[in-house]
């Protein structure tokens, strides 16, 4: 009866799982004399009546000689919750208890070594003789024996014997293996007193590491020399295993090579017994009968049931794939009646038309539309008319589109798109397509309008408020570094802006002002309080990449980062309502802090954070990335950075805020450029689109050509010398730039 074992075999692991681990009370010891005892761990089995099936070996068959196999344990004595165990040392075998038993005097708690098998089983003689009268008895009176355990009594052991699972594992221990042995990375050539290190979940020291230990078998079945299990102090962390065979002679002597004592005895010591285990066995064969029965009804429903799920899950995917053509749909019809408002949206007052002396019956209007799978696209040449905006630059998939004060990178077949010197992550990516680039409508009106002239969001409200969320709290410490805690962080920049902005007239409210934990739906509800404000969630995160990305959430109908579309990403959530002043708040926020703050660009991006998804406020995420890495470590956990990072928020609520409710229209509303003629007292400059900057200053004569990298100026004199300036801060009419030495020039914008 094949399957009759095999259920025979999982209820003996089912049976193993549930191994209770051994109490101080439940273990032994033995006196030695002369105050020297010897511990014993109580190592619990589960089976039929004194026996347990087990299976040793490494399960993986990376290591030939160590196969798996299975072997019968059997457990002689009773223990207090009903079971069986047999006893097994919980050190190696130290110096002074071989010196007690042996008659000799030495009080070093080192792994005795240096021993043969043939001086081990007089030993274990004179142990036995020593301590006949406090070993344990079985339940029918018989005396225990001290030996050398067998190899698959010493592996289950060192498998921590909790269950099945666990016993197959190569260690029993959660973590590094070197915070439990003594092995090659931690000894300095040479083994270490026993217990030192914390024991495996039985409460066994030692048992994979410091020295092999004598098995009492040998290394082969048709002979050889005996057999040693566990690695020692000379190990490599990767050699450490319970599988581990090692043979060894028996008469050689090592300073490797140790053992411990294993307490047993006779399992059936009368017929009486024997008779029991028969009944019991009688008893578990019927059981495992019925067991089977209702395992075959219980496969038939199963089978039935995963048919009718298969059903069930045929007509969702065709329902949801029938759901999301209608949403895409109706959702195309929206970005054509929201892209005709945007080409409608112009006005003779319109600054942009102004500048270049036209109105709006001036400007392209018939925008070609073009169909890709599905998703309406627009030529991005159309829209660089529209926007007056000239190609400078196309070099292969590259192209790049500018005016005064306005400029547009991009990459075919990207996502990535570079606007007034800020990345942005779009919703979809640009085509190539017939020696034409197009750019999704979607992303048309809902990522460059918005940015490019937030002045025209018909549904951006005043801003008097600001909700400043300051991430994780309490026992949620989110991400960790060298030099702090992520919640510690976000609250401290928190509290810091919070002054800023009361300095400069807000209301002011935290979703926590100190270091508690408050679930996301209550920070949710505090946001929601109120109408006439923004949300600024605060995060620094554990992550490969370094710099700040700024989230803004993902449009109705656009997928997450790299995934497909699907049918819960038209979604309409509560912060959708608020797509365009999402975007623009972001553009401000990152373009303020990016120039502030000395960080990689990391973009605006897209996504659907709790955070931010059911705010009906306009929300963005910040997250600043390495704050596990050292040399950003050190900068997020400086003073001066925070103060920069409070500096910066506050600067972008002013810019935003403006942006919205002047309606005036200004090309840099969220983007001060440097594009244009700035005046200083000693300084006329010009920033040109192909990012040099002319510095005429009137003390130096010609004129001297800077390149500029982020808010970095850099100068290359004829002698080789490098001079550089930091652009402090810039707004629509005014720029700060600091010098090397610390001093700093104010600039008007004069073009």
């Known amino acids: 009866m094949p399957f009759i074992k095999a259920i025979f075999l999982a209820a003996t692991a089912l049976a193993l799982s549930f191994c209770p681990r051994a109490n101080a009370a439940d273990n032994i010891s033995l006196n030695l004399g002369g105050g020297v005892k010897m511990d014993f761990v109580e190592i619990p089995l589960r089976g039929i009546g004194q026996k347990a099936t087990v299976e040793i070996g490494d399960f993986t068959a990376a290591y030939p000689l160590e196969s798996m196999k299975e072997a019968i344990l059997y457990g002689p004595f009773q223990t207090k919750s009903g079971g069986f165990c047999y006893y097994l040392g919980k050190t190696e075998v130290t110096e002074e208890q071989w010196a007690a038993v042996m008659g000799a005097d030495n009080k070093s708690r080192a792994p005795v070594t240096e021993i043969s098998y043939a001086d081990i089983v007089v030993f274990l003689e004179k142990l036995g003789a020593k301590a006949s009268q406090s070993l344990p008895s079985t339940p029918d009176g018989k005396r225990g024996e001290v030996r050398l355990p067998r190899e698959a009594e010493w592996e289950f ?16 221990y959660k973590g590094d293996i070197k915070r439990f042995e003594i092995i090659s990375t931690r000894t300095g050539g040479q083994f270490r007193n026993v217990g030192t290190l914390p024991p495996n979940v039985l409460g066994l020291h030692d048992m994979l590491g410091n020295v092999r230990e004598f098995v009492d078998e040998r290394y082969a079945e048709s002979g050889g020399g005996r057999l040693l299990k566990g690695g020692c ?169 500018s005016a005064a004060g306005w400029s547009i990178e991009y990459k075919a077949n990207s996502r990535d798109i570079c606007i007034n010197g800020i990345n942005y992550a779009l919703c979809f990516p640009i085509l190539s397509k017939n020696g034409r680039t ?80 408050i679930p996301i739906e209550k920070r ?53 309502e608020r797509d365009a002043e999402n975007i623009a708040l972001a553009t401000a926020m990152h373009a303020s802090i990016i120039r502030r703050v000395r960080l990689p660009d990391r973009g605006i991006k897209r996504a659907r954070s709790l955070e931010i998804r059911d705010v009906r406020i306009p929300a963005v995420l910040l997250e600043w990335g390495g704050i596990d890495n050292s040399s950003d470590a050190r900068l ?116």
Not at 682 to 696: C, G, N, S
Not at 729 to 737: D, G, K, Q, T, Y
């Open 233 to 401: 102090y000379t190990s490599e962390k990767s050699e450490i295993r319970s599988s581990a065979r090692t043979e060894h002679s028996a008469s050689a002597k090592a300073p490797f090579v140790g053992f411990r004592v294993c307490i047993s005895a006779a399992v059936f010591t009368s017929l009486g017994q024997a008779a029991d285990i028969r009944e019991k066995m009688k008893s578990e064969n019927e059981e495992l009968a019925r067991l089977e029965q209702r395992r075959k009804v219980a496969e038939a429903a199963a089978a039935n049931a995963r048919e009718e799920a298969e059903k069930a899950r045929i007509h969702a995917d065709l329902d949801a794939k029938r759901k999301a053509a209608e949403e895409a749909e109706g959702l195309a019809k929206e970005e054509q009646e929201k892209l005709e408002a945007v080409k409608n949206n112009l006005e003779p007052s319109d600054a942009r038309n102004e500048s270049q002396g036209s109105t709006s019956g001036s400007v392209k209007n018939d925008w070609n539309i073009v169909t890709h799978e599905g998703r309406r696209y627009v030529l991005v040449e159309d829209v660089a008319t529209f926007y007056k905006m000239n190609q400078l630059a196309t070099d292969q998939n590259s192209f790049r589109f």
């Open 157 to 172: 052991a060192a498998r921590g014997g909790t269950s099945a699972t666990n016993y197959r594992e190569k260690d029993p």
């Open 524 to 576: 949710q509800s505090i946001a929601n309080e109120y109408s006439e404000a923004i949300l600024v969630s605060v995060h620094f995160h554990k992550t490969d990449e370094t710099g700040l990305a700024t989230y803004a959430l993902s449009p109705r109908g656009v997928p997450l980062m790299d995934e497909k579309l699907g049918y819960s990403d038209f979604t309409q959530h509560p912060g959708n």
């Open 438 to 517: 197009l750019i999704s409508v979607m992303d048309v009106v809902k990522t460059v309008e918005p940015v490019l002239r937030p002045q025209k969001i018909k549904t951006a409200t005043a801003v008097n408020t600001v909700i400043l969320d300051a991430g994780h709290g309490g026992q949620d410490g989110g991400a960790s570094g060298p030099l702090g805690v992520e919640k510690d962080v976000t609250l401290d920049v928190v509290l810091r802006t919070k002054k800023l902005l009361e300095q400069n007239g807000y209301n002011v409210r935290l979703t926590r002002g100190s270091d508690e934990f």
């Open 636 to 751: 997020l956990a400086s003073s001066g950075f925070r103060d920069d990072c409070a500096v910066a928020i506050t600067t972008a609520v002013n810019i935003y805020k403006q942006a919205i409710e002047s309606k005036v229209p200004n090309a840099n509303d969220l983007t001060p450029s440097l594009i244009g003629k700035w005046q200083g007292a000693r300084h006329m400059v010009e920033y040109r689109p192909d990012h040099t900057w002319i510095m005429d200053d009137v003390e130096l004569t010609p004129p001297r050509t800077w390149s500029v990298e982020g808010n970095q100026l850099s100068e290359t004199e004829p002698e080789g010398r490098t001079t550089t300036c930091t652009i402090h801060s810039i707004s629509n009419a005014e720029m700060v730039i600091e010098s090397s030495e610390g001093k700093r020039y104010i600039l008007k914008r004069v073009d």
